[in-house]
């Protein structure tokens, strides 16, 4: 878990999932795009499957993203 210092705005990495991302107003997606927040805490895909992205939508879940996860 890994935590930001500035005032007002903090991440948290969930182990195997998304990144919670709380008091942010926008988030900016790999491409650049910024992507309004109005909910006080959202969840960030980091495994590049979510049907939602930038959002994490639960699929992280049922997909292996480690290589030992995959059979
Ligand atoms: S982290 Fe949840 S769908 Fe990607």
Do not use: F, N
């Not at 890994?2 to 007002?8: A, E, H, K, L």
């Not at 939602?52 to 290589?67: E, I, L």
């Amino acid at each position: 878990m890994s935590r930001s210092t500035r005032p007002g705005v903090s991440v948290e990495l969930c182990p195997d999932g998304p990144l919670l991302v709380r008091g942010a107003d926008v988030v900016r997606d790999a491409d650049g795009i910024e992507h309004a927040t109005t909910r006080p805490v959202v969840a960030v895909c980091t495994c590049g499957m979510s049907g939602r992205a930038p959002w994490c939508d639960g699929t992280h879940k049922v997909v292996p993203t480690r290589p030992e996860q995959r059979r």
